[in-house]
């Protein structure tokens, strides 16, 4: 089945830095690529997702690339700011799964 | 639309007892899944549902059983609480495929 490693763990930037978290998957299958930001207490909520048709995929100060060949996609996020502050997890799944496959997350600290 | 909602938000039971932890979408979402959140730590999947009448377990399903009669609703029972069942509990909803949703999530202690 499929196995999702997200790295680092845990990530501390400056803010207005930018940050990177990176997931690698097994699945050669795989075909949508989810993320999720949960703040201190809250539910996870989707952020930005990609699908193996394109290779990049960017909402304002957020971004994802994929690359299918070495099988990882990393979130991207420029000019961090306090509010990103959160865990952020990524998540990997085929057509026709029945279930997504969480990273273990990345603890995310914006240094003011 | 509601979304994914769950009760309770809270709940403090003593080691032995029992409880049921309500999740209902207003989605028409056919697949359906039981999360715990221990805290620090990831996303670790008990049970799930892809229809009315399926279920399958995830990574964690002992000491859980759910059951799923209509499309709207998953309840997730615990039978004898124990302290390691101190966790976040949330409930999830997506149609084939699309975007996830999460429900606001029970807070359980087992004392």
């Known amino acids: 089945g499929e196995n999702v490693e997200q790295h680092p763990s845990t990530l501390s930037v400056q803010e207005g830095d930018s940050a990177v978290i990176k997931c690698t998957y097994s699945d050669s299958a795989s075909n949508y690529f989810p993320w999720y930001k949960q703040e201190l207490g809250k539910r996870p909520q989707l952020i930005i997702d990609?699908?193996?048709?394109?290779g990049e995929k960017k909402d304002q100060r957020i971004a994802v690339t994929l690359n299918k060949t070495a099988k990882h996609f990393s979130l991207h996020i420029t000019e961090t700011q306090p509010e990103d502050s959160a865990v952020y997890f990524c998540?990997?799944?085929?057509?026709?799964?029945?279930?997504?496959?969480f990273g273990q997350g990345t603890r995310l600290t914006i240094n003011p | 639309n509601a979304g994914v909602t769950q009760t309770p938000k809270f709940r403090i039971l003593k080691i032995g007892q029992s409880m049921t932890l309500q999740c209902t979408q207003d989605m028409n979402h056919n697949y359906m899944y039981w999360y715990r959140q221990d805290p620090g730590m990831g996303l670790k999947l008990i049970y799930y549902?892809?229809?009315?009448?399926?279920?399958d377990k995830g990574e964690v399903p002992n000491g859980y059983n759910v059951s799923r009669s209509t499309t709207e609703d998953f309840p997730l029972r615990l039978e004898l609480a124990a302290p390691s069942q101190t966790s976040v509990y949330f409930c999830a909803s997506r149609l084939t495929t699309s975007e996830q949703y999460f429900g606001p999530g029970t807070r359980l202690t087992v004392t």
């Open positions: 990609i699908r193996s048709n394109v």
């Open positions: 998540a990997a799944s085929r057509q026709g799964a029945q279930k997504l496959v």
């Open positions: 549902s892809v229809g009315a009448g399926i279920t």
